[in-house]
């Protein structure tokens, strides 16, 4: 049985922040911090799908297979040649090893070791502001040791790295001055590492050292994208860092309080005291089910009895608290996203969202299964059908989001589309204006999906305007 492991909660305050993020006054949309990856790489189920270099998908449908291990793809010439400076060290020991390739976490560590064998002004980041350098990230290395799960993990880590990349190719390469440090790097990598993402698609890891410093709420004032491998932070509203502290998520919020709760456990060692996760009221409603009396919603208050929001009656029925229990319960679990990646039943997520009589829409079970079954009808080109959940799910973002977050701008791209090809010239035109003004805030206008929302505002429109005149 593991130690009790006790860690601060996120409640921190002004005096956190660097000195350069100290009394100053941010627009919404205004750049907070940017900058390029310490190391990071795409992830083994993104291989050919994405540039090992810049991260971005093919521009012609097809990228340039590296000729020697036949593991990694980039756009041109040019993303391979600035690649090659690690991958020369890889690429032989990928060829020697194919088809075995071992997880990401372990070729992440590689790339750290390799990165802390070079000079120290060969280790800084491009773009990067400086606000903390690669000594000072945060490792837990005290609680890894006392935690049965991280502390096996780390060990089948560190055994992969060795059988798979050699003493011996470890050695050559300077890579094992650190070996000491393997367990303090291995907990940095797990507390600091970002989701590289395109297009809300998971594409790979990286690891940046300046917007570490960041802390989380469920409620955040800020968001991070990114644009190729660079990171941009920005404001979602106007912000005084004199009077409050810049926050980002680290979790989707668009999860159950408890959910919410054991994932930033289970991953960074704290609990969120944010206002959105001591508010009850606001979670209750997030959690809500159907008034079997007036068909409002009924929320759990703080003494765990049961009101409806609508007609003020007490709900008792152990009939019906079971009912609706089972019905969340069957929603998580349609929606558990090790089962989703495996083997999704699309027809069991569809047969539930239609059939559903006990959970509120405001259920956040609900909205998730909802946003999983979106995603699986537009991947299949049932494409009339994703459309009008579509709709639906643009207000639920709502109830989860900031007005100006980068989900809704993404959202509104992917609506775009998918009217566009049901033909709903007018409405498609509507959402990419919308996901522009949202894009312009959240993804900031030079980023590659702005112009590129913006380019097909311009062929949409002139589309229209020469199919009217003809």
């Known amino acids: 049985m593991s130690a009790k ?55 012609n449908n ?11 793809y980039y756009c041109d010439p ?74 096996k993990s780390y060990l089948e880590a560190s055994h992969q790295l060795f059988q798979y990349y050699g003493h011996a190719n470890l050695e050559k390469h300077g890579l094992l001055a650190n ?37 989380h709420s469920c409620s955040p004032n800020a968001a991070h994208v ?50 959105k996760c001591v508010d009850i009221n606001q979670e209750g409603l997030l959690e809500a089910t159907v008034c079997p009396k007036c068909e409002g919603d009924v929320v759990k208050r703080y003494d765990d009895t049961l009101l409806c929001s609508h007609c003020d009656q007490e709900i008792s029925d152990p009939l019906y608290i079971d009912m609706c229990e089972r019905a969340t319960q069957q929603a998580m679990n349609l929606c558990d996203e090790k089962l989703m990646k495996s083997n999704p039943d699309v027809k069991q997520i569809q047969q539930f969202v239609e059939s559903n009589h006990l959970l509120s829409e405001k259920n956040v079970n609900l909205s998730v299964a909802k946003c999983t079954l ?33 989900a809704h701008s993404v959202h509104q791209l992917k609506q775009a589309r998918l009217a566009w090809n049901c033909e709903k010239y007018d409405i498609a035109i509507l959402h990419y204006r919308k996901a522009f003004e949202i894009m312009c805030l959240s993804h900031g206008p030079e980023h590659h999906l702005t112009q590129l929302v913006k380019s097909d505002i311009v062929e949409s429109e002139n589309f229209l305007l020469y199919s009217s005149k003809k």
Not at 232 to 248: G, M
């Open 5 to 59: 492991v006790v860690c601060a909660v996120n409640d921190i305050g002004i005096g956190s922040l660097p000195q350069p993020l100290k009394n100053k006054r941010y627009r919404c949309g205004e750049l907070i911090v940017k900058a390029s990856p310490f190391v990071h790489i795409i992830s083994n189920k993104s291989k050919g799908q994405y540039c090992d270099w810049c991260a971005l998908p093919p521009k």
């Open 62 to 72: 097809k990228l340039l297979r590296c000729s020697v291990c036949q593991f990694n």
């Open 78 to 151: 040019s993303c391979q040649k600035r690649a090659w400076k690690f991958h020369k060290f890889e690429c032989p020991i990928i060829r020697s090893n194919n088809p075995q390739i071992v997880t990401d976490s372990v070729r992440l560590l590689c790339k750290l070791l390799w990165k802390c064998s070079l000079k120290i002004e060969e280790q800084k980041p491009e773009h990067d502001p400086g606000w903390r350098t690669w000594n000072d990230l945060c490792d837990h290395s005290k609680l890894l040791q006392v935690d049965d799960r991280r502390s």
């Open 179 to 215: 070996v000491d440090k393997i367990l303090t790097y291995y907990g940095r990598l797990l507390f600091n590492t970002f989701t590289l993402t395109h297009m809300g698609n998971e594409v790979g890891a990286a690891l940046y050292l300046s917007p570490s410093v960041l802390n």
């Open 226 to 275: 990114c644009d190729k491998t660079t990171i941009y932070v920005r404001a979602l509203k106007d912000i005084d860092t004199s009077e409050e502290p810049i926050f980002i998520n680290y979790i989707d919020p668009m999860q159950p309080l408890a959910t919410r709760q054991h994932e930033l456990w289970e991953n960074y060692y704290f609990h969120c005291h944010c206002y």
């Open 374 to 406: 979106y995603a699986h009808l537009s991947k299949m080109g049932n494409e009339e059908q994703a459309f009008r959940l579509g709709e639906e799910i643009t207000e639920l973002l709502k109830l989860y989001y900031p007005e100006v977050y980068p």
